[in-house]
């Protein structure tokens, strides 16, 4: 049986209270498992004090500059009954108050006193702030936490609601996803020993990826080791320096990294697992990425906000299976569906089907779209990929982002690939533009590592010898970098209309 994650941390924090939990790469501070403990249980007292509630929702918005006082919140909001909303700091004010107003939160916890200050959320709205500001009525974070340690009685289920989880889509506004307690892991492993290995991360905790590593270094007696900032230069010199075991990278920081002056050099020996997650990444990417670390299991793996990890690469694989996103994860099934909604033939690309064992996900307050999404037990997952015949998932795309230009389908992930092969290409990006007579034409934007004379005419030769020419695209622009959600995948709708350079077409 699983334990749920406020469990995990109790039956750990008593057996091996001095360990490091987690270590903050930025000034060396540790939390270790006692006081991770300890301080979730005063924290969740003090919520209860302030009038918390088993199921009420309160907002998490404290920066990953404090990733302490976030984990320690996280686990006491859990351990008092409530529902933790984590936010995005990097989002506007307006965006934040969006989403604490479809949430209906009771309390907020933040690290910015704006948001304590905003005159748009209701005034009953209990308001916990981290640094001081934020009005007469904020109440200090360090004042929050009862005296009592104790663990507060209240027991928690795998149905319980556990977090409202804001999806960092790449398009339209953000939907809440109802994740429940038994959704939170996808192992029941619980380390009998504590070896206190490093494991380096950079995802900040309110994504879906990081949410997932909260707890997940501490089942493998593993310490977390958290950059607040990733900074490819920082991260391979920590790298180099601290030996971390493990690490879990996200597709654009590989990208940054093998793109790097110092990474032919780097000492990356320490490394013995490295995860890659959140988006599909480049197969010449990864390869170069690989080469750099023969003897480590470089691993893909594919989550969704909408239902968690779904599949990972087993251990010791190498590159039999190279691109791919590995296997269902335990109680995890998986259908490919055509357009009619009906299983395909093993290795034909269709619509992404997850099913499964673990409770079922949907939109908070959003039954219309969550019916449209969840059918008869399968998340459509709006992605597009195959299952070979040993049964390892590929994902080719989002099916919203495939370009159909004169009634020729292109994924733009082949095309992104190609780019990548270039030695000049750092980061690419490719998406459908309109067009009078095609109906979509492909159009690519890239960062360049070294200035060309002609970039689009050298990238349209370079993509001709490797693509059929439907999948070239006619419009390419040279950016200094493209941008990106919190989860570092690409906003291509920003993209789209601000062009400045282009091939002849």
């Known amino acids: 049986m699983t334990l749920l994650q406020p469990e995990l941390l109790a039956q750990l924090g008593e057996s091996f209270p001095d360990e490091v939990a987690w270590k903050n790469l930025a000034d060396d501070r540790v939390l270790r498992l006692g006081t991770w403990h300890s301080q979730s249980n005063q924290l969740a007292r003090g919520l209860g004090e302030q009038g918390l509630t088993p199921g009420d929702r309160v907002a998490l918005a404290i920066s990953q500059d404090e990733p302490f006082t976030w984990l320690i919140s996280y686990m006491g909001i859990h351990r008092a009954g409530g529902v933790a909303v984590p936010i995005n700091t990097r989002l506007s004010q307006p965006e934040v108050t969006r989403i604490l107003q479809h949430a209906s939160i009771s309390m907020l916890l933040a690290s910015d006193p704006t948001h304590s200050t905003d005159p748009q959320i209701e005034s009953s709205v209990v308001r916990v702030l981290t640094n001081g500001g934020g009005g007469p009525d904020a109440i200090l974070w360090d004042n929050l936490l009862s005296p009592d340690a104790s663990t507060i009685d209240h027991a928690i289920h795998p149905e319980d609601i556990a977090d409202i989880i804001y999806t960092s889509g790449t398009t339209g506004a953000p939907k809440g996803v109802v994740v429940h307690h038994g959704g939170l892991s996808s192992t029941d492993r619980v380390p009998s020993a504590w070896h206190g290995l490093g494991f380096l991360t950079s995802s900040p905790f309110f994504t ?29 010199e920590i790298a180099a320096a601290a030996g971390p075991t493990a690490a879990f990278l996200v597709p654009a920081m590989v990208e940054l990294l093998v793109a790097h002056p110092q990474f032919e050099g780097a000492d990356l020996s320490s490394l013995a697992v490295v995860n890659i997650g959140s988006a599909p990444i480049a197969s010449h990417t990864l390869r170069r990425f690989g080469a750099k670390l023969p003897n480590a299991n470089v691993m893909c793996g594919y989550g969704m906000t909408e239902f968690g990890a779904v599949t990972a690469m087993p251990m010791g694989d190498g590159t039999a299976h190279l691109g791919s996103t590995g296997l269902p994860l335990p109680g995890v099934e998986l259908r490919i569906l055509g357009p009619h909604g009906d299983p395909v033939p093993t290795g034909e690309v269709g619509q992404v089907a997850i099913g499964g064992t673990r409770p079922r996900r949907m939109y908070f307050q959003d039954a219309e779209t969550s019916e449209a999404t969840w059918k008869d037990g399968w998340l459509l997952s709006g992605d597009l990929g195959s299952v070979d015949g040993d049964g390892y998932l590929w994902i080719v795309g989002r099916q919203k982002e495939m370009i159909i230009r004169g009634g020729h ?37 890239v960062v360049l590592s070294e200035p060309m004379t002609t970039p689009a005419e050298t990238l349209r030769t370079f993509l001709l010898g490797r693509l059929a020419d439907y999948k070239v695209p006619r419009r390419i622009t040279v950016v200094e970098a493209l941008p990106r959600n919190v989860a570092g995948k690409v906003m291509k709708d920003q993209l789209v209309g601000h062009d400045t350079e282009r091939s002849a077409s």
């Open 208 to 236: 879906t990826s990081g949410s997932l590593l909260i707890c997940g270094p501490m089942r493998g007696g593993m310490s977390g080791w958290f950059l607040p900032h990733f900074n490819p230069g920082r991260w391979l």
């Open 409 to 445: 389908n292109v994924m733009p992930g082949e095309v992104e690939s190609a780019l990548f092969e270039h030695p000049s290409v750092v980061e690419a990006a490719v998406t459908g533009v309109p067009h009078d007579v095609l109906g979509e034409d492909v159009a690519a934007w």
